[in-house]
C-alpha cells in the first residue's frame, strides 16, 4: 500500500478484512447488529462501499460488485477519501471506541 500513511494503511487492512468497530461492535456489547437506517438491511463493510443508496452520489468511481474487486481495482486514495467523505474514517480506524460508539448515530449519516 505505497503512497498511504501509516493511520490510512490500518484503515484499508480493516476494511479489507471487513471487519470493524462499526460494524462489529455488536458482538461485544451484547447488542444487536446495526441496521443500515437508509436500508434497513445489515450495517456491513460491503453494504457501506459497495451498496448503500444513501451514498451512490458519493460512490462515483466504485463500479465493481465485491470487496474483492474493489481493493485490486480502485486506487486506495479513491477508498480511504470516500470513507472520509461518508464521515466514517475515524470509526473504522479507532480499534477501541465505545465512548464514540455511545454518541455515535448511524442516522446522522442519512
Known sequence: MSGLNWRDSVVIN???IVHTCLTHYY???GEDQP??????CPLTV?????????FNNIRLNFTVSAMKELFDTVDMRHIINFI???SIFIIVFNLLVSFQLQSFDITNFF
Open 46 to 54: 460491503k453494504h457501506l462501499l459497495l451498496e448503500c443508496a444513501a
Open 27 to 29: 458482538l461485544l456489547s
Open 35 to 40: 441496521e443500515c437506517a437508509h436500508c434497513k
Open 14 to 16: 480493516r476494511l479489507q
Open 84 to 86: 472520509k467523505d461518508i
